[in-house]
């Protein structure tokens, strides 16, 4: 049977004294090395830059060509803006006309909650807008008020109906409401 010599297994392990810590220490020395030869490769020098000689030459716009002016036309004030419509009351040659009142007598709307949070309301309204819905919260006077979220006005029940339908497919229950149009 062969014999082992215990006396000098001390001696042979200390010989391997610090292993660890050298495969770090080179690590972290191998990674500067690497880092200083990436940085002296990628940082600009200035023999990287040509020298230009003079900058270009900027010149000013030509003075714009004068023409007369002409009188202003005197502008009679509407006598209600909110019968007009966008394009009536825009600048220009023609005078503002009212528009014709909607020819209802009632409006359908679908009104998908009413929460007391406005941030949860625009959150809700955010929703809907992106089924290409025409979305809107209206705050009720009360303590605390409410914010109904509300799809239309639509002209008939069938227009509104279609609308649910859109609803139902994406998850949103919706009551119907009628209520009599502004005049």
Same mark, same amino acid.
């Given at each position: 049977?062969?014999?082992?010599?215990?006396?000098?297994?001390? $001696?042979?392990?200390?010989?391997?004294?610090?292993? =660890?810590?050298?495969?770090? *220490?080179?690590? !972290? /020395?191998? +990674?500067?090395? %690497?880092?200083?030869?990436?940085?002296?490769?990628?940082?600009?020098?200035?023999?990287?830059?040509?020298?230009?000689?003079?900058?270009?030459?900027?010149?000013?716009?030509?003075?714009?060509?004068?023409?007369?002016?002409?009188? $202003?036309?005197?502008?009679?004030?509407?006598?209600? =803006?909110?019968?007009?419509? *966008?394009?009536? !009351? /825009?600048? +220009?040659?023609? %005078?503002?006309?009212?528009?014709?009142?909607?020819p209802g007598?009632?409006?359908?709307?679908?009104?998908?909650?009413?929460?007391?949070?406005?941030?949860?309301?625009?959150?809700?309204?955010?929703?809907?807008?992106?089924?290409?819905?025409?979305?809107?919260?209206?705050?009720?006077v009360g303590?605390?008020?409410?914010?109904?979220?509300?799809?239309?006005?639509?002209?008939?029940?069938?227009?509104?109906?279609?609308?649910?339908?859109?609803?139902?497919?994406?998850?949103?229950?919706?009551?119907?409401?009628?209520?009599?149009?502004?005049?």
């Amino acid at each position: 049977m062969a014999r082992r010599d215990y006396k000098n297994a001390g $001696a042979r392990a200390s010989g391997k004294r610090g292993g =660890p810590f050298k495969i770090l *220490f080179f690590g !972290i /020395l191998l +990674g500067l090395v %690497v880092a200083g030869v990436m940085a002296w490769y990628l940082l600009p020098r200035a023999s990287d830059f040509r020298k230009v000689e003079s900058a270009p030459v900027v010149h000013a716009p030509p003075a714009a060509i004068a023409t007369p002016a002409e009188p $202003a036309k005197p502008v009679t004030p509407p006598p209600n =803006p909110s019968n007009y419509t *966008f394009y009536d !009351i /825009l600048p +220009g040659n023609k %005078v503002a006309k009212p528009g014709q009142p909607a020819p209802g007598k009632e409006q359908w709307w679908l009104q998908v909650a009413a929460l007391k949070n406005a941030k949860d309301a625009d959150a809700l309204r955010a929703k809907l807008t992106l089924l290409n819905l025409n979305v809107m919260v209206q705050a009720t006077v009360g303590d605390p008020p409410l914010h109904r979220v509300r799809i239309g006005p639509y002209k008939s029940q069938d227009a509104a109906e279609s609308a649910r339908e859109t609803l139902i497919v994406n998850n949103f229950e919706a009551r119907l409401l009628k209520e009599p149009a502004p005049q």
